[in-house]
C-alpha cells in the first residue's frame, strides 16, 4: 500500500494528481510538505521526498525517487525525471526538462526551455548504465533555451547565457554563452552589461502598455 504524507494547507486543483504509481520498485512512499500549491493537471508520483512551500504551475510532472528542498517552484510543462535532487529556493520555469540523477543546488533558477541532458551516447547499452545528469551549483543562472549536456559541473553563481549549448565544466561565478558555450567574462564584471541593458530598457519603454492600456482592463 502506497504511504502519502502531506502537509498542512495543501491546495490542489482538482485535476492535480499526488501519489501517482511508479512502475519502479520501492517507490511506494510521498512525502509533501506543508503549504504546498500544485495546479490542474500536475502529476506527482509516489517515492519522492518534496519540502514545504512547493509551488507547481500547470501540467508540470515529478517523478519518483527525487528529493525536494523547501520552497521550490516548477511552472508549467515542466518534467522533473526520477532520481533528481533538488536544493531549497529554486525556480524552474515553463516547458523545461530536468534528466534524471541531475542534481541543482540551493537558489539556482532555470529560465522558460531549459533541456538537460544524462546520457552520453543514446541508444548504447554502456551508456546507459552510467547515465547521469549534470551538477549545477548554488545561485547559478541559466537562460532561455539553454541545453546543459550529462556530466558538466556549473559553478556556483554563474551564469549562463540564452541558447547556449553547455559542453563542458564552467567554473564559479563565470559568464558563459555560445555553441558550444565559452567562459566571455565574470558575474563580478557585469558594470557594464548592467550598463547596457539599462540603455535597453530604457528604449524599450516606450512600447510596453500600461495596465491602462490593455484592452482588458480598458473594459
Not at 509516489?46 to 520552497?71: K, P, Y
Amino acid at each position: 500500500m502506497p504511504d502519502i504524507s502531506i502537509g498542512i494547507g495543501l491546495s490542489a486543483d482538482p485535476s492535480a494528481v499526488i501519489g501517482y504509481p511508479a512502475s519502479r520498485s520501492g517507490a511506494t512512499v510521498l512525502e509533501l510538505g506543508n503549504e504546498a500549491r500544485v495546479r490542474g493537471g500536475t502529476t506527482i508520483y509516489l517515492g519522492s521526498r518534496i519540502g514545504a512551500r512547493f509551488n507547481t504551475g500547470h501540467n508540470v510532472v515529478i517523478r519518483e525517487q527525487c528529493s525536494i528542498g523547501d520552497d521550490v517552484s516548477v511552472w508549467s510543462n515542466s518534467v522533473i525525471d526520477y532520481s533528481c535532487r533538488i536544493g531549497n529556493g529554486v525556480k524552474i520555469h515553463s516547458n523545461c526538462y530536468v534528466a534524471q540523477y541531475t542534481e541543482i543546488e540551493d537558489g539556482a533558477f532555470l529560465a522558460p526551455g531549459v533541456t538537460i541532458a544524462n546520457d552520453l551516447y543514446p541508444g548504447q547499452e554502456a551508456s546507459a548504465e552510467l547515465m547521469s545528469g549534470p551538477w549545477i551549483g548554488a545561485g547559478a543562472q541559466v537562460g532561455v533555451n539553454v541545453t546543459i549536456l550529462p556530466y558538466v559541473r556549473i559553478g556556483a553563481g554563474s551564469l549562463i547565457g540564452a541558447g547556449a549549448v553547455v559542453v563542458a565544466d564552467v567554473p564559479e561565478g563565470a559568464v558563459v554563452y555560445g555553441n558550444p558555450a565559452r567562459v566571455r567574462g565574470r558575474v563580478s564584471d557585469l558594470t557594464a552589461i548592467e550598463r547596457r541593458v539599462e540603455a535597453v530598457g530604457a528604449s524599450a519603454s516606450r512600447f510596453r502598455r500600461t495596465a491602462s492600456d490593455h484592452p482588458v482592463s480598458a473594459r
